[in-house]
C-alpha cells in the first residue's frame, strides 16, 4: 500500500484528524502507533464491514489488555480501542452489534481434541454418556427400534466410573436390551469395548478364546463365561465385522456436527490429534461447504507420514482454516483408564507401572523421518517415563541434526518432575495438558494419590518455568468445555469438591491466556490469531458473566452468548 493511500484513509476519518498531524515521511503504522487509545491495521481496505462496541473485550495483547470495541474488516480486526474511538469509523454500510457490556475474550484454542472422530460418532452412535446402566440400556433400545434388524447399534463415551450401579456395564444388560442387532459400546477413553452376546458370535468370539496379545477378553469370575468387556488389541475383533463404510459426506457431515458443538462453548480453533488424510480431505470438504465453523489444526498419524512427504507436505501446509498439523507419534497409554507409563505404581497396584506402547527406537526413527522433512512432532507422553523417553528422543534429534524453532509437542505430558521441566524449558517443547480432568474426572484421581496429583496436569509449573502450555481436552476422553478448563485449572476442585493437586493452580488471567494465545503458538500461529489485536483474525466469544468476577467454583456456569470465527457468529444464543 502507498503512503497516499494510507494517508487519503487515515484523512478521511475524522477522529484521527484530531490527533496530532502526520508529516510527510510519516509511515501510516509509525503515525498510528503515536495514539495512544487506538490502534489500526493497516489493511487496504478504507473501512471496517462490522464494528462491535460498548463491550469489555480483555484482548490478550499486552500492549492493549483491555478495549470496549472492535472494528472488523474482511475476516480480521481492524481497530480495537474504546467504543467512542472505534465508533468514528463508522460509514454507510459498516453493521454494528452493541455488546451491552458484555465480557469478550478472543476464541478459545482446543490444542488437542479428536474432533472429526467424535463428530462421526455423534453422528452414527448412541451417546452413553449416561448415568445408569438402565439409561444406557433404554438409549440402545430406543436407537434398535429404529434400526433394521441384524445390523448394528453401537455406542460410544460409556463411563464405567460414572453409573450409579457401582458396577460396570455387562452381557445380560445389553442382551436383554438388545438382543437382535450386533451391539458395541466403546468407553470413553477409546481403550476398552462391551459387546452383546449376538455381536461376540458375529466375532467368533467364545469363552474358550485365548486372549490375543495385548490384549484382554474378560470373563466372570464366578461361572468363567464373557463378562461383555474387552480391553486393548481385543478389540480389534469386532473391527474386523463392524462394517467401516463411512462416506465422504459422513465424515463431512461430522466435522459439521462437531463444528456446532465446539462453537457453542466458544471453541474457535482446535487440533485434530490424531489426523489421517481422510480427515484432512473431510475438514476441506466442510470448509468448502461452509460447515466448518472451527479453525482445524490437523496432525498426521505417523503411519502415514511416508506418503506426506512423498507429497512433499509438512507442518503449516493450508490456509487459517485448515492447516496440516504435526506427526503423531504415541508413546504411553493413557490417564483416564489408567495405563499411562509410570516410575512409581499405581496406588493400591503395587506392580502396575502402566505400558509403554512404542519403542524409543521406533519412536526415534519416525520422528528422524518427519524431522528431516520439516515436520513438527506431537508425541502422546501421560507418564513421567513416557515424557523422559519422548524427551530423549526430541534432544537427539536436535543434538543430531539442529532445527531452528522445532516446537517439539508433549501431548498431555501428565506427570512432570524439575528435571523433565526442566529439560522441556530447554527445548522449548510445549506440554498440552488436559484441561478439564481435574474437574471432570475426579473419581478416577485416587489412583495416582494426592501427593502425584501436585505434578500432574501441571500448569503452575509450566508457566513458572517459562515454558508455553496450552489448553487441551482430548475429547471424547475429557470434556471440551472452555470455561470447564478455566475453572478445573484455577480451582483444581473436582465436581465433589474434592481438591486435586493445589500447588498446581493457576489464575484466571493465566488459565485464559493458556487457552488462547498459547494455544496459537503451539501451531505456529502467534501471529494469525490467539489475541484480539488488529491484524489478526476476527476469532472471539462474548460471555454471559465476566470470568475475572465469578466465584471460581462457578465459572463453569458462565453462559457462552456467541462465538465467532473469521467475523461470522457460528454460534449465537
Ligand atoms: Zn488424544
Redo the contacts with the bound molecule.
Keep these: 500500500m502507498t503512503l497516499a493511500l494510507a494517508q487519503r484513509s487515515i484523512r478521511s476519518n475524522p477522529l484521527l484528524l484530531t490527533k496530532e498531524p502526520m508529516t510527510d515521511g510519516t509511515t501510516r503504522r509509525e503515525f498510528l502507533g503515536s495514539i495512544a487509545a487506538f490502534s489500526l491495521f493497516p489493511l487496504e481496505q478504507e473501512k471496517p464491514d462490522l464494528i462491535l462496541h460498548n463491550g469489555h473485550i480483555v484482548t490478550m495483547n499486552a500492549a492493549e489488555p483491555l478495549a470496549e470495541a472492535v472494528a472488523i474488516s474482511r475476516g480480521r480486526f481492524f481497530a480495537v480501542g474504546k467504543s467512542a474511538d472505534v465508533m468514528n469509523l463508522v460509514a454507510p454500510g459498516v453493521r454494528k452489534v452493541d455488546l451491552g457490556g458484555k465480557t469478550v475474550l478472543p476464541g478459545f484454542i482446543d490444542a488437542?481434541?479428536?474432533p472429526a472422530a467424535a463428530g462421526l460418532s455423534h453422528l452414527r452412535m448412541v451417546d452413553c454418556d449416561l448415568r445408569s446402566i438402565s439409561a444406557i440400556q433404554a438409549a440402545m433400545r430406543e436407537r434398535a427400534a429404529k434400526t433394521p434388524a441384524g445390523e448394528w447399534v453401537l455406542g460410544f463415551k460409556y463411563d464405567d466410573t460414572k453409573t450409579e450401579d457401582g458396577r460396570p456395564l455387562n452381557i445380560a444388560d445389553l442382551d436383554s436390551a438388545v438382543p437382535d442387532h450386533p451391539v458395541g459400546i466403546q468407553h470413553r477413553g477409546g481403550h476398552t469395548g462391551y459387546a452383546n452376546s449376538l455381536r461376540f458370535r458375529k466375532a467368533g468370539i467364545d469363552e474358550k478364546t485365548p486372549d490375543p496379545p495385548g490384549g484382554k477378553i474378560d470373563h466372570d469370575q464366578a461361572t468363567g463365561k464373557l463378562s461383555g468387556r474387552v480391553a486393548e488389541s481385543a478389540l480389534a475383533f469386532f473391527e474386523k465385522v463392524i462394517p467401516q463404510n463411512f462416506t465422504r459426506d459422513d465424515h463431512r457431515e461430522g466435522v459439521k456436527l462437531i463444528s456446532k458443538m465446539l462453537a457453542r462453548t466458544g471453541i474457535t480453533s482446535a487440533t485434530e490429534?490424531?489426523g489421517t488424510p481422510t480427515d484432512l480431505r473431510a475438514y476441506q470438504d466442510a470448509r468448502d461447504s461452509g460447515d466448518l465453523l472451527y479453525r482445524a489444526y490437523c496432525f498426521i498419524n505417523y503411519r502415514f507420514i511416508d506418503s506426506m512427504i512423498g507429497a512433499g507436505v509438512r507442518t503449516g501446509l493450508g490456509d487459517e482454516w485448515v492447516r496440516v498439523g504435526a506427526m503423531k507419534l504415541v508413546c504411553d497409554g493413557s490417564i483416564s483408564e489408567r495405563t499411562a507409563r509410570l516410575s512409581a505404581p499405581y496406588e493400591g497396584r503395587p506392580d502396575d507401572y502402566g505400558i509403554l506402547v512404542m519403542t524409543e527406537e521406533e519412536l526415534y526413527a519416525y520422528g528422524r523421518k518427519a524431522h528431516l522433512a520439516g515436520w513438527q512432532i506431537g508425541t502422546?507422553a501421560n507418564g513421567d517415563v513416557g515424557i523422559d523417553t519422548t524427551l530423549r528422543v526430541y534432544e537427539r534429534l536436535q543434538r543430531e541434526s539442529p532445527r531452528h524453532d522445532p516446537r517439539f509437542r508433549l501431548?498431555?505430558c501428565t506427570v512432570v518432575n524439575d528435571n523433565l521441566i526442566a529439560r522441556i524449558k530447554a527445548l522449548g517443547a510445549i506440554p498440552t495438558p488436559f484441561s478439564t480432568y481435574v474437574y471432570y474426572h475426579g473419581e478416577k484421581m485416587r489412583y495416582y494419590g494426592a501427593e502425584r496429583l501436585n505434578h500432574m496436569f501441571a500448569l503452575r509449573s509450566f508457566l513458572d518455568a517459562g515454558i508455553c502450555a496450552t489448553q487441551a481436552s482430548?475429547y471424547p476422553?475429557g470434556e471440551f468445555i472452555p470455561m470447564m478448563a478455566l475453572q478445573s485449572e484455577v480451582t483444581r476442585t473436582d465436581t465433589k469438591g474434592n481438591v486435586w493437586g493445589t500447588k498446581q493452580k493457576i489464575t484466571v488471567e493465566e488459565a485464559v491466556r493458556v487457552g488462547t494465545i498459547n494455544g496459537a503458538y503451539a501451531s505456529y500461529e502467534e501471529n494469525l490469531k490467539g489475541s484480539i489485536e488488529p491484524g489478526k483474525l476476527a476469532d472471539l466469544v462474548v460471555l454471559g458473566r465476566d470470568p475475572f468476577k465469578e466465584n471460581p467454583l462457578t465459572l463453569v456456569t458462565i453462559p457462552v452468548e456467541r462465538t465467532m470465527a473469521g467475523s461470522r457468529w457460528t454460534f449465537e444464543s
Design positions: 488437542h481434541s479428536h490429534a490424531q502422546h501431548e498431555h482430548d476422553p
